[in-house]
């Protein structure tokens, strides 16, 4: 079993900057692909980053160069960097976890996620 727990939501301007954490424990290799998704009101959870055991990372495009995902292994952490936020990206924000079966698998899906934490809310106002 897997527990993971959000936290460093909050409100701020646009233009502006929060980190996320998501502090993780059980089963180490089913959290060897970790995730971050928001769901906004009305729309579907959408697959912000993900990074997998070796480091490797992958961004969606909307995100892509403001947003920075990173994880401690000695503290059992990933974390949600996200610089010059904008109004759309106001939503939940869940940290996810899968096992990662190798190159390419640690996908931005929700459907590939088998453990999820309950989500923090950022809200950014312009």
């Known amino acids: 079993q897997v527990q993971l727990v959000e936290s460093g939501g909050g409100s701020v301007q646009s233009g502006g900057s929060l980190r996320l954490s998501c502090a993780s424990s059980?089963?180490?290799?089913?959290?060897?692909?970790m995730g971050w998704f928001r769901q906004a009101p009305g729309n579907e959870r959408e697959g912000v980053a993900t990074?997998?055991?070796?480091?490797?990372?992958n961004y969606a495009g909307s995100v892509k160069g403001r947003f920075t995902i990173s994880q401690d292994n000695a503290k059992n952490t990933v974390y949600l960097q996200m610089n010059s936020l904008k109004p759309e990206d106001t939503a939940m924000y869940y940290c996810?976890?899968?096992?990662?079966?190798?190159?390419?698998?640690?996908?931005?899906?929700?459907?590939?996620?088998?453990?999820w934490g309950n989500g923090t809310l950022v809200t950014i106002s312009s």
């Open positions: 059980g089963d180490t290799y089913s959290r060897s692909c």
């Open positions: 996810a976890a899968s096992r990662f079966n190798g190159h390419g698998t640690c996908i931005r899906r929700a459907y590939n996620m088998n453990y």
């Open positions: 990074i997998d055991r070796d480091g490797a990372t």
